[in-house]
């Protein structure tokens, strides 16, 4: 039996648990699938926060989500008001991201990898594939969203064996259905709300535009807003944003 101090973290449904005790680096997939197999939490992820202040997911992905988030539960426990920047070490990316939060309004914003490529597919749908790094996501429209349809377009993932995480964002109008998968973790989830599916999306809509384009997705459990720049065609700046609550830390035996 081991105990946990965790916080649970809500940003735009998309259900995240902040580990505080400190957790081994190689013991964080076992860890993350004990949690997310206790129902009670309805976890769709678990970041790990590291004694150095690093955010490590389970598999060592990025997620927007999560490190929004996390800025917002570090501007908590600082006691910070109003608006505040800061830069953060989380996992998946090879740099300090910019958190921005508002701690009034109850929101934060996470700067986000660019893309490294972004190509058409035909198959299993007409769509839009977009990597960001250690995690890709395909973008299709009007396709319903099913593991079916998944398992289809998984090969078109097979090709990096690098991405931490994949998945299918599912678009109809301003609403998306992301479908995400992390082979560590050995999980498959329908998520809340996924950020980096957000910016795909809003990648995916942005081409052939100049400046900035910006775009607010309803999904299941919550809206998240993506913004791109591009410059000649090309993403030069992305982030996303939204609202995001916290519970208060508490014990969790696993």
Avoid: W
């Avoid at 910070?80 to 998946?92: H, T």
């Avoid at 289809?152 to 998945?167: M, N, R, S, V």
């Amino acid at each position: 039996m081991r105990k946990l101090r965790v916080v649970r973290a809500d940003p735009a449904g998309n259900i995240t648990l902040f580990v505080l005790t400190p957790v081994g680096k190689a013991e964080c997939a076992a860890v993350a699938a004990q949690l997310m197999a206790i129902r009670e939490l309805q976890a769709e992820q678990v970041g790990f926060i590291f004694p150095n202040g690093h955010m490590e997911m389970e598999a060592g992905e990025f997620c927007g989500n999560a490190s929004r988030a996390y800025g917002f539960l570090l501007a908590k426990q600082q006691g910070l008001a109003g608006c505040r920047s800061m830069q953060l070490s989380v996992s998946g990316c090879d740099h300090p991201i910019t958190v921005t939060v508002d701690m009034d309004a109850g929101t934060a914003e996470a700067e986000m990898p660019l893309p490294k490529f972004v190509r058409p597919v035909d198959a299993p749908a007409t769509g839009t594939l977009v990597h960001l790094g250690g995690i890709a996501h395909l973008v299709v429209q009007d396709v319903p969203p099913s593991r079916e349809f998944f398992a289809q377009a998984e090969p078109l993932f097979a090709a990096d064996p690098a991405l931490d995480a994949y998945g299918v964002c599912f678009v109809e109008g301003d609403r998306m259905t992301p479908l995400v998968k992390v082979p560590e973790a050995g999980t498959l989830v329908f998520e809340g709300s996924c950020g980096s599916g957000t910016l795909a999306c809003a990648v995916a809509m942005s081409q052939g535009r100049e400046g900035i384009f910006s775009v607010s997705l309803r999904q299941p459990a919550g809206t998240v807003n993506a913004s791109v720049t591009r410059q000649d065609g090309a993403v030069i700046a992305a982030s996303i944003g939204g609202p995001v609550t916290l519970s208060e830390p508490f014990e969790v035996t696993i």
